[in-house]
């Protein structure tokens, strides 16, 4: 069974950092690519960045390249996001997510999320 656990959000003051942790279950980072994505209040979730391990891509928003990096942990099937020059445009719910192929079909699988909030 597909499950995904963030872990790290908080309050943080503008120009701070965080680092966000997902930790997988249920599937190998090996194989699939993972990511993040955010929403903020009144507005669309959003992709953030995501990794493939199998060739080592990654992806970031435009918003949100320069001061984000994803990493993964293969060994302890986990990934990380780690989260610099913070802006109050930061905060969101951060979610874990991934593309599981399951008897046939693609599934999507979802983390329960986790609160960034920047703010002074």
């Known amino acids: 069974q597909v499950q995904l656990v963030e872990s790290g959000g908080g309050l943080v003051q503008p120009g701070g950092s965080l680092r966000l942790s997902c930790v997988a279950s249920?599937?190998?980072?090996?194989?699939?690519?993972i990511g993040w994505f955010r929403q903020a209040p009144g507005k669309e979730r959003e992709g953030v960045s995501c990794?493939?391990?199998?060739?080592?891509?990654?992806y970031y928003a435009d918003s949100v390249k320069g001061r984000f990096t994803i990493s993964s942990d293969n060994a302890k099937n986990r990934v990380h996001l780690q989260m610099n020059s913070l802006k109050p445009e930061d905060t969101a719910v951060y979610y874990c997510?991934?593309?599981?192929?399951?008897?046939?079909?693609?599934?999507?699988?979802w983390g329960q999320g986790t609160q960034v909030t920047v703010s002074s």
């Open positions: 997510h991934v593309v599981v192929a399951e008897d046939g079909h693609y599934k999507h699988y």
């Open positions: 249920g599937f190998s980072l090996d194989d699939y690519a």
């Open positions: 990794i493939s391990s199998s060739d080592g891509s990654t």
